[in-house]
Protein backbone atom coordinates (compact mmCIF):
# COMPACT_ATOMS: atom_id res chain seq x y z
CA UNK A 1 0.00 0.00 0.00
CA UNK A 2 0.80 4.07 -0.64
CA UNK A 3 1.80 5.75 2.83
CA UNK A 4 3.66 9.02 4.17
CA UNK A 5 6.37 7.52 5.94
CA UNK A 6 8.64 9.82 8.29
CA UNK A 7 12.35 9.04 7.65
CA UNK A 8 14.35 11.97 8.96
CA UNK A 9 13.01 14.55 11.58
CA UNK A 10 12.84 18.04 10.16
CA UNK A 11 12.18 16.63 6.64
CA UNK A 12 9.44 17.08 4.31
CA UNK A 13 7.18 13.20 4.44
CA UNK A 14 7.97 10.70 1.68
CA UNK A 15 5.11 8.94 0.13
CA UNK A 16 6.19 4.92 -0.83
CA UNK A 17 5.31 1.86 -0.98
CA UNK A 18 5.58 -0.03 2.57
CA UNK A 19 4.06 -3.46 3.14
CA UNK A 20 0.79 -3.70 5.50
CA UNK A 21 0.72 -7.62 7.33
CA UNK A 22 -2.71 -9.15 8.46
CA UNK A 23 -4.08 -7.91 11.22
CA UNK A 24 -3.51 -10.63 14.34
CA UNK A 25 -5.99 -11.63 17.68
CA UNK A 26 -8.00 -8.36 18.65
CA UNK A 27 -6.95 -6.16 15.50
CA UNK A 28 -8.27 -5.23 12.90
CA UNK A 29 -7.68 -3.98 9.01
CA UNK A 30 -9.25 -0.13 8.00
CA UNK A 31 -9.21 0.88 4.80
CA UNK A 32 -8.85 4.57 5.37
CA UNK A 33 -11.23 7.13 3.58
CA UNK A 34 -9.80 10.40 5.05
CA UNK A 35 -7.92 11.76 7.32
CA UNK A 36 -7.16 14.90 9.04
CA UNK A 37 -3.63 16.49 9.14
CA UNK A 38 -3.00 17.38 12.91
CA UNK A 39 -1.00 19.81 14.56
CA UNK A 40 0.66 16.68 16.56
CA UNK A 41 1.54 15.33 13.38
CA UNK A 42 4.04 17.95 12.63
CA UNK A 43 4.72 18.67 16.32
CA UNK A 44 6.27 15.16 15.58
CA UNK A 45 7.63 15.52 12.57
CA UNK A 46 9.68 18.37 13.27
CA UNK A 47 11.79 16.55 15.79
CA UNK A 48 10.19 19.04 18.53
CA UNK A 49 8.69 16.11 20.21
CA UNK A 50 11.00 14.25 22.82
CA UNK A 51 9.24 11.04 22.58
CA UNK A 52 9.12 11.09 18.85
CA UNK A 53 10.84 8.31 16.67
CA UNK A 54 11.26 7.21 13.18
CA UNK A 55 10.79 5.20 10.49
CA UNK A 56 7.24 5.67 11.32
CA UNK A 57 4.06 6.42 9.51
CA UNK A 58 2.34 9.51 10.48
CA UNK A 59 -1.33 10.62 11.09
CA UNK A 60 -3.74 9.40 13.57
CA UNK A 61 -7.09 11.48 12.82
CA UNK A 62 -8.54 8.98 10.30
CA UNK A 63 -11.96 7.73 9.41
CA UNK A 64 -12.47 4.72 7.22
CA UNK A 65 -14.49 1.09 6.76
CA UNK A 66 -13.60 -1.73 8.28
CA UNK A 67 -11.99 -4.85 5.74
CA UNK A 68 -10.98 -7.58 8.06
CA UNK A 69 -10.93 -8.93 11.38
CA UNK A 70 -8.65 -11.10 13.51
CA UNK A 71 -10.03 -13.73 15.88
CA UNK A 72 -11.93 -12.45 19.22
CA UNK A 73 -12.44 -9.26 17.73
CA UNK A 74 -16.67 -8.85 18.63
CA UNK A 75 -16.97 -5.04 18.25
CA UNK A 76 -16.57 -4.26 15.14
CA UNK A 77 -17.13 -6.32 11.40
CA UNK A 78 -16.39 -5.74 7.78
CA UNK A 79 -18.32 -3.00 6.29
CA UNK A 80 -18.61 -1.05 9.59
CA UNK A 81 -17.46 2.92 9.22
CA UNK A 82 -15.12 3.68 12.38
CA UNK A 83 -13.14 6.53 13.61
CA UNK A 84 -9.55 5.56 14.82
CA UNK A 85 -8.51 6.63 18.62
CA UNK A 86 -5.18 7.77 19.64
CA UNK A 87 -6.84 7.13 22.95
CA UNK A 88 -8.21 4.25 23.15
CA UNK A 89 -10.98 2.64 25.51
CA UNK A 90 -10.47 -1.40 26.51
CA UNK A 91 -13.54 -0.72 29.29
CA UNK A 92 -11.43 -3.26 31.28
CA UNK A 93 -8.91 -1.69 33.25
CA UNK A 94 -9.08 0.74 35.93
CA UNK A 95 -9.08 4.17 34.24
CA UNK A 96 -11.44 2.49 31.64
CA UNK A 97 -14.00 1.72 34.98
CA UNK A 98 -13.78 5.13 36.25
CA UNK A 99 -15.81 8.07 35.35
CA UNK A 100 -12.80 10.57 36.29
CA UNK A 101 -10.67 9.51 33.51
CA UNK A 102 -10.44 8.54 30.18
CA UNK A 103 -6.57 7.53 30.30
CA UNK A 104 -6.52 3.65 29.22
CA UNK A 105 -4.13 2.05 30.58
CA UNK A 106 -4.44 -1.65 28.72
CA UNK A 107 -2.05 -0.71 25.51
CA UNK A 108 -0.17 2.47 26.56
CA UNK A 109 3.19 1.65 26.59
CA UNK A 110 3.49 -0.33 23.73
CA UNK A 111 1.51 2.33 21.38
CA UNK A 112 4.46 4.96 23.18
CA UNK A 113 7.23 2.61 21.22
CA UNK A 114 5.33 2.76 18.09
CA UNK A 115 4.07 -0.69 18.78
CA UNK A 116 0.62 -2.63 18.36
CA UNK A 117 -0.04 -4.71 22.04
CA UNK A 118 2.14 -8.11 21.22
CA UNK A 119 5.32 -5.67 21.14
CA UNK A 120 5.47 -5.77 17.09
CA UNK A 121 4.71 -3.97 14.21
CA UNK A 122 2.11 -4.81 11.35
CA UNK A 123 4.58 -2.12 8.94
CA UNK A 124 7.38 -2.57 7.26
CA UNK A 125 9.87 -1.94 4.05
CA UNK A 126 11.75 -4.50 2.43
CA UNK A 127 11.86 -6.55 5.78
CA UNK A 128 12.54 -3.91 8.09
CA UNK A 129 9.85 -2.99 10.49
CA UNK A 130 7.89 0.72 10.72
CA UNK A 131 6.32 1.83 13.63
CA UNK A 132 2.95 2.89 14.06
CA UNK A 133 2.52 6.54 15.21
CA UNK A 134 0.10 7.15 18.03
CA UNK A 135 -1.06 3.61 17.57
CA UNK A 136 -2.91 4.69 14.58
CA UNK A 137 -0.61 5.35 11.06
CA UNK A 138 -3.40 6.68 9.37
CA UNK A 139 -1.32 8.69 6.89
CA UNK A 140 -1.99 5.56 4.65
CA UNK A 141 -4.43 3.70 2.72
CA UNK A 142 -4.94 1.03 5.12
CA UNK A 143 -4.06 0.75 8.72
CA UNK A 144 -3.99 -2.36 11.36
CA UNK A 145 -5.13 -1.40 14.76
CA UNK A 146 -6.29 -2.56 18.08
CA UNK A 147 -10.31 -3.38 18.23
CA UNK A 148 -10.21 -1.55 21.37
CA UNK A 149 -8.76 1.66 19.74
CA UNK A 150 -11.57 2.26 16.71
CA UNK A 151 -15.27 3.97 17.77
CA UNK A 152 -17.74 2.48 15.12
CA UNK A 153 -19.79 5.28 13.72
CA UNK A 154 -22.93 6.18 11.90
CA UNK A 155 -22.37 5.29 8.28
CA UNK A 156 -24.40 8.42 6.91
CA UNK A 157 -21.32 10.92 8.89
CA UNK A 158 -19.19 11.96 5.61
CA UNK A 159 -15.47 10.29 6.62
CA UNK A 160 -13.89 14.17 5.75
CA UNK A 161 -16.12 14.91 8.75
CA UNK A 162 -16.21 12.14 10.98
CA UNK A 163 -12.20 12.36 11.08
CA UNK A 164 -12.28 15.23 13.01
CA UNK A 165 -13.64 13.47 15.72
CA UNK A 166 -10.64 11.58 15.96
CA UNK A 167 -8.94 13.74 17.89
CA UNK A 168 -9.33 17.65 17.35
CA UNK A 169 -12.87 18.31 17.46
CA UNK A 170 -13.47 15.64 20.22
CA UNK A 171 -10.21 17.37 22.03
CA UNK A 172 -12.35 21.10 22.06
CA UNK A 173 -16.05 20.06 22.88
CA UNK A 174 -14.80 17.18 25.32
CA UNK A 175 -12.99 19.92 27.26
CA UNK A 176 -15.65 21.76 28.45
CA UNK A 177 -18.43 19.04 28.29
CA UNK A 178 -16.78 16.41 29.64
CA UNK A 179 -13.01 18.05 31.79
CA UNK A 180 -14.79 21.31 32.48
CA UNK A 181 -18.34 20.65 33.26
CA UNK A 182 -19.70 24.13 31.72
CA UNK A 183 -22.47 25.02 33.77
CA UNK A 184 -25.80 26.57 31.85
CA UNK A 185 -25.16 30.12 32.26
CA UNK A 186 -21.79 30.79 32.61
CA UNK A 187 -19.68 32.51 31.68
CA UNK A 188 -16.89 31.11 28.80
CA UNK A 189 -13.41 32.11 27.37
CA UNK A 190 -11.70 30.07 25.00
CA UNK A 191 -7.82 30.91 23.97
CA UNK A 192 -7.21 30.20 20.39
CA UNK A 193 -9.09 29.86 17.77
CA UNK A 194 -7.84 26.61 15.76
CA UNK A 195 -9.30 23.00 15.75
CA UNK A 196 -9.11 22.42 19.43
CA UNK A 197 -10.37 26.11 20.30
CA UNK A 198 -13.10 26.19 17.98
CA UNK A 199 -14.59 22.61 19.06
CA UNK A 200 -14.04 24.09 23.11
CA UNK A 201 -16.37 27.05 21.98
CA UNK A 202 -19.19 24.33 20.53
CA UNK A 203 -18.50 22.64 24.15
CA UNK A 204 -19.15 25.66 25.86
CA UNK A 205 -22.36 26.67 23.40
CA UNK A 206 -24.00 22.72 24.04
CA UNK A 207 -23.33 22.94 27.46
CA UNK A 208 -25.62 25.78 28.01
CA UNK A 209 -22.81 28.55 28.55
CA UNK A 210 -24.35 32.48 28.26
CA UNK A 211 -21.27 34.09 27.35
CA UNK A 212 -18.42 33.00 25.61
CA UNK A 213 -15.70 34.80 24.83
CA UNK A 214 -12.82 33.99 22.29
CA UNK A 215 -9.54 34.56 21.86
CA UNK A 216 -7.23 34.37 19.03
CA UNK A 217 -4.74 36.59 16.69
CA UNK A 218 -6.76 35.91 13.43
CA UNK A 219 -9.55 37.64 13.09
CA UNK A 220 -11.02 35.05 10.33
CA UNK A 221 -10.50 32.35 12.53
CA UNK A 222 -12.80 35.01 15.24
CA UNK A 223 -15.53 34.79 12.50
CA UNK A 224 -15.52 31.56 12.77
CA UNK A 225 -15.79 31.07 16.46
CA UNK A 226 -18.67 33.56 16.02
CA UNK A 227 -20.18 30.85 14.00
CA UNK A 228 -19.84 28.32 16.67
CA UNK A 229 -21.36 29.84 19.32
CA UNK A 230 -19.40 33.00 20.69
CA UNK A 231 -21.26 35.46 21.81
CA UNK A 232 -17.76 37.95 21.97
CA UNK A 233 -14.41 38.05 20.38
CA UNK A 234 -11.16 39.37 21.12
CA UNK A 235 -7.91 39.83 19.02
CA UNK A 236 -5.36 38.66 21.75
CA UNK A 237 -2.28 40.27 23.04
CA UNK A 238 -0.84 41.43 26.35
CA UNK A 239 -3.50 43.22 28.02
CA UNK A 240 -6.14 40.26 27.27
CA UNK A 241 -6.50 39.46 31.09
CA UNK A 242 -7.38 43.20 31.76
CA UNK A 243 -10.15 42.74 28.96
CA UNK A 244 -11.58 39.84 30.22
CA UNK A 245 -11.54 41.30 33.62
CA UNK A 246 -13.41 44.16 32.29
CA UNK A 247 -15.61 42.44 29.91
CA UNK A 248 -16.63 40.42 33.40
CA UNK A 249 -16.98 43.27 35.93
CA UNK A 250 -13.31 42.56 37.39
CA UNK A 251 -14.17 38.87 38.49
CA UNK A 252 -12.45 37.13 35.48
CA UNK A 253 -14.88 34.32 33.68
CA UNK A 254 -16.13 31.07 35.20
CA UNK A 255 -14.34 28.59 32.98
CA UNK A 256 -11.52 29.68 30.74
CA UNK A 257 -9.80 27.23 27.64
CA UNK A 258 -6.55 27.38 26.68
CA UNK A 259 -5.88 25.52 23.81
CA UNK A 260 -2.55 27.32 21.57
CA UNK A 261 0.30 25.58 23.50
CA UNK A 262 1.67 28.89 24.23
CA UNK A 263 2.78 28.53 28.22
CA UNK A 264 2.32 32.33 28.26
CA UNK A 265 -1.34 32.54 26.95
CA UNK A 266 -1.86 29.65 29.46
CA UNK A 267 -0.78 31.90 31.98
CA UNK A 268 -3.25 34.38 30.57
CA UNK A 269 -6.55 31.75 30.82
CA UNK A 270 -5.44 31.39 34.61
CA UNK A 271 -5.69 35.11 35.55
CA UNK A 272 -8.85 35.48 33.43
CA UNK A 273 -10.27 32.47 35.70
CA UNK A 274 -12.78 34.06 38.28
CA UNK A 275 -11.40 34.70 42.01
CA UNK A 276 -13.74 32.13 44.20
CA UNK A 277 -14.61 29.63 41.53
CA UNK A 278 -12.86 30.00 38.52
CA UNK A 279 -11.65 26.73 36.46
CA UNK A 280 -9.15 27.17 33.64
CA UNK A 281 -9.21 23.67 31.31
CA UNK A 282 -5.31 23.31 29.09
CA UNK A 283 -5.89 21.53 26.44
CA UNK A 284 -2.58 22.95 24.35
CA UNK A 285 0.40 20.76 24.01
CA UNK A 286 3.45 22.63 25.31
CA UNK A 287 7.08 22.55 23.20
CA UNK A 288 9.60 20.49 25.51
CA UNK A 289 11.09 21.49 28.77
CA UNK A 290 8.43 24.51 28.64
CA UNK A 291 6.91 25.68 32.42
CA UNK A 292 4.03 27.22 33.56
CA UNK A 293 4.41 29.79 36.04
CA UNK A 294 1.44 30.40 37.65
CA UNK A 295 1.17 33.13 40.53
CA UNK A 296 -0.04 31.71 43.65
CA UNK A 297 -1.91 34.27 44.91
CA UNK A 298 -4.68 33.78 41.77
CA UNK A 299 -4.75 30.01 43.06
CA UNK A 300 -5.10 31.01 46.84
CA UNK A 301 -8.16 32.94 45.92
CA UNK A 302 -10.06 29.99 44.84
CA UNK A 303 -9.20 29.66 41.09
CA UNK A 304 -8.38 25.96 39.67
CA UNK A 305 -5.93 24.50 36.67
CA UNK A 306 -6.78 21.32 34.99
CA UNK A 307 -5.10 19.38 32.47
CA UNK A 308 -7.46 17.32 29.35
CA UNK A 309 -6.21 14.98 26.73
CA UNK A 310 -8.79 14.16 24.20
CA UNK A 311 -11.34 16.00 26.33
CA UNK A 312 -11.96 13.23 28.92
CA UNK A 313 -13.73 11.47 25.73
CA UNK A 314 -14.44 7.68 26.63
CA UNK A 315 -13.55 7.40 22.56
CA UNK A 316 -15.60 4.12 21.57
CA UNK A 317 -18.30 5.46 23.65
CA UNK A 318 -18.45 9.29 23.09
CA UNK A 319 -17.64 9.64 19.80
CA UNK A 320 -20.08 7.72 17.92
CA UNK A 321 -22.04 10.04 20.48
CA UNK A 322 -20.63 13.05 18.91
CA UNK A 323 -21.11 11.86 15.46
CA UNK A 324 -25.07 11.69 16.10
CA UNK A 325 -24.46 15.02 17.50
CA UNK A 326 -23.52 16.51 14.09
CA UNK A 327 -25.59 14.36 12.28
CA UNK A 328 -28.27 15.83 13.93
CA UNK A 329 -27.44 19.76 13.27
CA UNK A 330 -25.94 20.36 16.86
CA UNK A 331 -21.94 20.59 15.77
CA UNK A 332 -21.94 22.49 12.14
CA UNK A 333 -18.74 20.58 11.09
CA UNK A 334 -18.33 21.35 7.84
CA UNK A 335 -16.49 24.92 8.30
CA UNK A 336 -13.17 23.15 9.78
CA UNK A 337 -12.72 21.43 6.52
CA UNK A 338 -10.91 24.05 4.94
CA UNK A 339 -8.79 22.16 2.21
CA UNK A 340 -9.28 18.72 0.73
CA UNK A 341 -5.79 17.07 -0.41
CA UNK A 342 -4.59 14.11 -1.44
CA UNK A 343 -1.82 11.56 -0.13
CA UNK A 344 0.74 12.97 -2.28
CA UNK A 345 -0.08 16.78 -1.04
CA UNK A 346 0.82 15.40 2.70
CA UNK A 347 3.47 18.17 3.17
CA UNK A 348 1.58 20.51 1.77
CA UNK A 349 -1.04 20.20 4.12
CA UNK A 350 1.47 20.59 6.93
CA UNK A 351 3.07 23.79 5.11
CA UNK A 352 -0.65 25.09 4.99
CA UNK A 353 -0.89 24.41 8.88
CA UNK A 354 2.46 26.66 9.65
CA UNK A 355 0.52 29.37 7.15
CA UNK A 356 -2.21 29.40 9.56
CA UNK A 357 -4.41 28.63 6.75
CA UNK A 358 -7.56 27.22 7.22
CA UNK A 359 -8.36 25.19 10.20
CA UNK A 360 -7.59 21.53 9.18
CA UNK A 361 -6.40 20.30 5.62
CA UNK A 362 -8.25 16.80 5.14
CA UNK A 363 -6.40 13.90 3.04
CA UNK A 364 -9.25 11.91 1.15
CA UNK A 365 -8.27 8.42 -0.21
Not at 173 to 186: D, F, L, R
Not at 201 to 229: N, Y
Not at 283 to 300: D, S
Not at 328 to 345: N, R, Y
Amino acid sequence: MRAAVLEEFGQPLVVQEVELAEPKAGEVLVRLVACGVCHTDLYTASGADPSGYSPTVLGHEGAGVVERVGVDVTSVAPGDHVVTLFSPQCRECVHCLSNRTNLCLAIREQQNQGFLPDGTTRLARNDEPVRHFMGCSTFAEYTVMPEIALAKVNPDAPPEHACLFACGLSTGIGAAMNTAKVESGSTCVVFGAGMVGLGAVAGCRLQGAERIVSVDLSPGRLELAKGQGATDTLVGGSDTVDQILELTGGFGADYTFEATGNVAVMRQAVESARMGWGLCTVAGVAGKGEVLEVVPRFLITGRRVAGSSFGGVKGRDQVPELVERALAGEIDVAPFVSHKIGLDDVNRGFELMEAQDGIRSVIEF
